[in-house]
Nanobody, 129 residues
Framework: QVRLVESGGGLVQPGGSLRLSCAASGFTFDKYAIAWARQAPGKEREVLLCINNRDGSTYVSDSVKGRFTISSDHAKNTVSLQMNSLQPEDTAIYHC??????????????????????WGQGTQVTVSS
């Protein structure tokens, strides 16, 4: 079955960097989009970035543009999230998620939570001095 396992979370000081990893299994990696989302206490889950594994195109929310990047390793079936210039407001549980991409072309709603059918359990990221 579809399985997504996040790793790499932890405590980091403001201004620091962290790299998260999402290990995917149970589906045809090349035909799915993988997203990174976060949920802070008392807030709704927010999709931050997405990569379409069919063509490598990426989508990035304005809230993290210029600081966070997403990349995909098709040999290892993993998707990474590189986070730089972290701030206390980035503190949240970070989840990866996946959804099937039926064919070529741009994704319609890559940063919409409801577009993703499967979610990982998440990894905690805390930004604090």
């Amino acid at each position: 079955q579809v399985r997504l396992v996040e790793s790499g979370g932890g405590l980091v000081q403001p201004g620091g960097s962290l790299r998260l990893s999402c290990a995917a299994s149970g589906f045809t990696f090349d035909k799915y989009a993988i997203a990174w989302a976060r949920q802070a206490p008392g807030k709704e889950r927010e999709v931050l970035l997405c990569i379409n594994n069919r063509d490598g195109s990426t989508y990035v929310s304005d809230s993290v543009k210029g600081r966070f990047t997403i990349s995909s390793d098709h040999a290892k079936n993993t998707v990474s999230l590189q986070m730089n210039s972290l701030q206390p407001e980035d503190t949240a549980i970070y989840h990866c998620a996946t959804g099937y991409v039926p064919g070529p072309g741009p994704l319609s709603f890559p940063l919409v939570t409801d577009e993703y059918d499967y979610w990982g359990q998440g990894t905690q990221v805390t930004v604090s001095s």
